[in-house]
């Protein structure tokens, strides 16, 4: 298979067919937590593309470099992981606030939330060490610094994606009248499911 | 020990983590298809939340608050990377179904909540009780959410092979409880239900005490 198409599956794959969020419900507490509004969803989505990419980039390069050829990245790759993440989320957070207000204010908040996200976590992992989704995609066992990030770049772009159609269809949901029961976060999840049910129409496209 | 018991019971009950305060969901909807599967992660849930609690607790006063979360992530991910491999060990089949959600407890928010809220703050007994509490009440919905959802879904209750339980040979099972929008659309009726139930307690204790 060509480079080309294998980026465009492994794009299409992170982004449509295997949505983090609605179809691996990984992610959730910012799904829930920052979809009341446009505006701060926008800003979510553009948080974590800008900390996956960067995520994914560490990750592999220690997985590759450090943990694989000393042979510790069976039982270390989790707590080595996680800091990873936490610390480079740190540095950006800092660096973003001396460099650039303009992207500090449009994202600054989100930073901190997004360190115990398990969206960046579990992309990370897949990204260094491939094998828990089951992409089914014949690149081997793992995947180049190239591919590891086009991968990414899909699933964040997937998130930011069902993140805002959430967001647009809750901010609708609020003048909704809807049982007094179901105010709130039951309906909210019933127009979850009514959403990834959307995105099951997707499996199978190009036998993924 | 009744305020032992009231912290155990807060976590079931009027603080449940999934029903009320609606953290730690990911994991719970993504492996709640099969009851075999919620039960052996939500032990994994309870084991990782009460022994990070207990750690957290017992060095409560060694921990400096500025630098607290990357230790509570650290004490989290070793007791993960212990349940990881020990189910890699004796439970393969179930370890390789679970896959990437036995180290994703790590980035449960739920984990690291009790730790800040609860175990950096209180002695280590009632640290027990609070993560004892908060795991068992994850523990229960995720096994009534997964109950659900395999009986209805698939029209059997299966345990390692066994079947337990089987619906008349006339049910025709739908496929849509057993897909991922099934996990939101049952659990957004299970919170709405215990939201009723939880209201209509209230009414009557409210008319209940009136009366008196």
Same mark, same amino acid.
């Given at each position: 298979?060509?480079?080309?198409?294998?980026?465009?599956?492994?794009?299409?794959?992170?982004?449509?067919?295997?949505?983090?969020?609605?179809?691996?419900?990984?992610?959730?507490?910012?799904?829930?937590?920052?979809?009341?509004?446009?505006?701060?969803?926008?800003?979510?989505?553009?948080?974590?593309?800008?900390?996956?990419?960067?995520?994914?980039?560490?990750?592999?390069?220690?997985?590759?470099?450090?943990?694989?050829?000393?042979?510790?990245?069976?039982?270390?790759?989790?707590?080595?992981?996680?800091?990873?993440?936490?610390?480079?989320?740190?540095?950006?957070?800092?660096?973003?606030?001396k460099?650039?207000?303009?992207?500090?204010?449009?994202?600054?908040?989100?930073?901190?939330?997004?360190?115990?996200?398990?969206?960046?976590?579990?992309?990370?992992?897949?990204?260094?060490?491939?094998?828990?989704?089951?992409?089914?995609?014949?690149?081997?066992?793992s995947?180049?610094?190239?591919?590891?990030?086009?991968?990414?770049?899909?699933?964040?772009?997937?998130?930011?994606?069902?993140?805002?159609?959430?967001?647009?269809?809750?901010?609708?949901?609020?003048?909704?009248?809807?049982?007094?029961a179901?105010?709130?976060?039951?309906?909210?999840?019933?127009?979850?499911?009514?959403?990834?049910?959307?995105?099951?129409g997707?499996?199978?496209?190009?036998g993924? | =020990?009744?305020?032992?018991?009231?912290t155990?019971? %807060?976590?079931? #009950? *009027?603080?449940? /983590? &999934?029903? @009320?305060?609606?953290?730690?969901?990911?994991?719970?909807?993504?492996?709640?298809?099969?009851?075999?599967n919620?039960?052996?992660?939500?032990?994994?849930?309870?084991?990782?939340?009460?022994?990070?609690?207990?750690?957290?607790?017992?060095?409560?006063?060694?921990?400096?608050?500025e630098?607290?979360i990357?230790?509570?992530?650290?004490?989290?991910?070793?007791f993960?990377?212990?349940?990881?491999?020990? =189910?890699?060990?004796?439970?393969?089949?179930?370890? %390789?179904?679970? #896959? *990437?959600?036995? /180290? &994703?407890? @790590?980035?449960?928010?739920?984990?690291?909540?009790?730790?800040?809220?609860?175990?950096?703050?209180?002695?280590?007994?009632?640290?027990?009780?609070?993560?004892?509490?908060?795991?068992?009440?994850?523990?229960?919905?995720?096994?009534?959410?997964?109950?659900?959802?395999?009986?209805?879904?698939?029209?059997?209750?299966?345990?390692?092979?066994?079947?337990?339980?089987?619906?008349?040979?006339?049910?025709?099972?739908?496929s849509?409880?057993?897909?991922?929008?099934?996990?939101?659309?049952?659990?957004?009726?299970?919170?709405?239900?215990?939201?009723?139930?939880?209201?209509?307690?209230?009414?009557?204790?409210?008319?209940?005490?009136?009366?008196?």
């Amino acid at each position: 298979m060509s480079t080309i198409s294998q980026f465009a599956l492994l794009f299409i794959g992170g982004a449509l067919i295997n949505n983090i969020l609605l179809t691996r419900f990984i992610g959730l507490c910012p799904f829930f937590g920052v979809s009341g509004n446009m505006e701060t969803s926008m800003g979510m989505s553009l948080a974590v593309v800008f900390v996956m990419m960067m995520a994914s980039t560490a990750t592999w390069v220690v997985w590759e470099f450090v943990l694989a050829p000393l042979g510790v990245g069976e039982f270390l790759y989790i707590p080595a992981f996680i800091l990873i993440i936490a610390s480079l989320v740190q540095f950006v957070e800092m660096y973003l606030r001396k460099a650039s207000p303009v992207l500090y204010r449009a994202m600054g908040i989100f930073l901190p939330l997004i360190t115990t996200n398990c969206a960046v976590l579990a992309t990370a992992t897949e990204a260094a060490k491939p094998g828990f989704f089951k992409l089914n995609i014949p690149v081997g066992a793992s995947l180049s610094l190239g591919q590891a990030l086009i991968y990414t770049l899909g699933v964040s772009i997937g998130f930011g994606f069902a993140l805002i159609t959430f967001a647009a269809l809750r901010e609708r949901l609020e003048l909704a009248a809807v049982p007094r029961a179901f105010k709130g976060s039951p309906i909210a999840f019933i127009t979850a499911g009514l959403l990834s049910l959307a995105y099951v129409g997707f499996s199978g496209w190009f036998g993924l | =020990m009744n305020e032992w018991i009231r912290t155990f019971r %807060q976590g079931i #009950g *009027i603080e449940n /983590p &999934l029903t @009320v305060l609606m953290i730690g969901l990911c994991a719970t909807l993504a492996v709640s298809t099969q009851v075999q599967n919620a039960l052996f992660m939500g032990l994994a849930v309870v084991f990782v939340v009460t022994m990070s609690n207990v750690l957290v607790s017992v060095f409560r006063n060694a921990i400096p608050s500025e630098v607290r979360i990357p230790i509570f992530i650290v004490v989290i991910a070793s007791f993960v990377t212990i349940v990881d491999l020990v =189910m890699k060990a004796f439970v393969p089949g179930i370890y %390789q179904v679970l #896959g *990437i959600w036995i /180290p &994703l407890i @790590v980035v449960n928010c739920m984990i690291l909540g009790r730790a800040e809220a609860f175990a950096y703050h209180n002695k280590p007994l009632l640290a027990i009780a609070d993560g004892l509490g908060m795991g068992i009440g994850f523990w229960l919905v995720m096994v009534v959410l997964a109950t659900i959802r395999e009986l209805f879904g698939t029209g059997a209750i299966v345990w390692f092979e066994t079947t337990l339980v089987r619906l008349p040979a006339g049910y025709a099972p739908p496929s849509l409880l057993l897909l991922f929008p099934g996990a939101f659309l049952v659990f957004g009726f299970m919170i709405a239900g215990t939201r009723w139930l939880g209201e209509r307690s209230a009414a009557r204790a409210e008319a209940r005490a009136c009366r008196r």
